[in-house]
T-cell receptor, first 112, second 112 residues
């Protein structure tokens, strides 16, 4: 079946370090999003990125749709970056209805 | 502009009871969805809607009912609560299937 695999499952960093989170997917996509779930449980949309590269401050994301992966880069990490990062995908069956399939997430802990 | 508002934030039910989780958005978004999140897992799609009067099932629809009479509101009904429905429920909305999804803060539901 359709799969969304995120790695690593857990990541521990010191403040100021850089990191790369990866999302592999098993089929072509027409909708890919990255989310941050903070320690209070809120889900924040970071990027809508079915292809190409985007940047927003210290965060950037790249999706290579032909090779079926997406990367989320966090530079100069801060303690407020802690939480769970999810990759979510709507697979390409024609029109996208935003029916997202979520990966299992990467748990990021940033120590001061 | 409140975004996506979910009520209640917390609820405890007894097995067999019914209840409605409310979701409202003030962004004039056509697309709305309900997800559930179980411990240590990503989110799974329950039901979704692409506009008033149009709903469809997601990955885990059994035991839940939805309707959408207005663009703003998308309530989720539990018909006869079961312990397996203990979860955190998130509502999301987007302008289209090719736009970022915005999530509410969630409803934490416990069924005894």
């Amino acid at each position: 079946g359709i799969q969304v695999e995120q790695s690593p499952p857990d990541l521990i960093l010191q403040e100021g370090a850089n990191s790369t989170l990866r999302c592999n997917f098993s089929d072509s996509v027409n909708n890919l999003q990255w989310f941050h779930q903070n320690p209070w449980g809120q889900l924040i949309n970071l990027f809508y990125i079915p292809s190409g590269t985007k940047q927003n401050g210290r965060l950037s994301a790249t999706t290579v749709a032909t090779e079926r992966y997406s990367l989320l880069y966090i530079s100069s990490s801060q303690t407020t970056d802690s939480g769970v990062y999810f990759c979510a995908i709507d697979f390409d069956g024609g029109t996208s209805y935003g029916k997202l399939t979520f990966g299992q997430g990467t748990i990021l802990t940033v120590h001061p | 502009n409140a975004g996506v508002t979910q009520t209640p934030k917390f609820q405890v039910l007894k097995t067999g009871q019914s209840m409605t989780l409310q979701c409202a958005q003030d962004m004039n978004h056509e697309y709305m969805s309900w997800y559930r999140q179980d411990p240590g897992m990503g989110l799974r799609l329950i039901h979704y809607s692409v506009g008033a009067g149009i709903t469809d099932q997601g990955e885990v629809p059994n035991g839940y009912n939805v309707s959408r009479s207005t663009t703003e509101d998308f309530p989720l009904r539990l018909l006869s609560a079961a312990p397996s429905q203990t979860s955190v429920y998130f509502c999301a909305s987007s302008y289209s299937g090719y736009q970022p999804q915005h999530f509410g803060d969630g409803t934490r539901l416990s069924i005894l």
